[in-house]
């Protein structure tokens, strides 16, 4: 039975962190890898490298030239990628991987937390391990009315419920803004 659950437990963290990234779209500064398979390893090569996202959304891919993926999940991406390399008929059944660097996306902790800072973040970042990670409530914090700021749009928790109900903790993403009240 523990064995089972462990398998669970496992599946469910692999798929939180695909839809994690799945959600996250590229933005300016984003870098990330292609791995391309489904066509001659002496032409994946070439395509095998690390872009960046320009401040203008773009990137610039091998044989196939510019290309806007700035507001794009990584499976869009992918899509964009594997759709153009077919109809510039480069290669007739591509696959391609887009590999997102974590350390390029943050997320910013600010008010009432001892170490105001930019988080790096990962697909398990919460709000509550976000405060935590930020050195906890200040002298003044208070875990009543922390703000999410996310695209625009402000949300705000009472994250006094997180300790009994963890499941209402929210999970963050890049870009996000988290201002803890003091």
Do not use: C
Request: glycine content about 10%; aromatic content about 4%; charged content about 20%.
């Amino acid at each position: 039975m523990r064995l089972l659950l462990s398998l669970l437990l496992v599946t469910l963290l692999a798929a939180s962190h695909a839809h994690g990234q799945a959600m996250a779209t590229m933005r300016p500064g984003d870098t990330f890898e292609i791995r391309l398979g489904g066509v001659p390893v002496d032409l994946a090569v070439e395509f095998n490298i690390q872009y960046t996202v320009s401040q203008e959304g773009m990137v610039n891919v091998p044989n196939v030239g510019p290309m806007r993926v700035g507001g794009l999940t990584p499976p869009q991406v992918e899509k964009l990628i594997q759709t153009r390399l077919v109809s510039d008929k480069l290669f007739n059944h591509p696959s391609v991987n887009i590999n997102p660097s974590p350390n390029s996306r943050f997320v910013t902790i600010g008010g009432g937390v001892r170490a105001p800072q930019r988080l790096i973040w990962t697909p398990d970042l919460t709000l509550r391990a976000a405060i935590d990670l930020a050195g906890g409530l200040s002298d003044f914090g208070t875990l009543r009315g922390v703000k999410l700021i996310r695209n625009g749009g402000v949300q705000v928790f009472d994250g006094r419920k997180f300790e009994n109900d963890p499941a209402s903790d929210p999970r963050l993403l890049p870009g996000d803004q988290v201002v803890v009240k003091q």
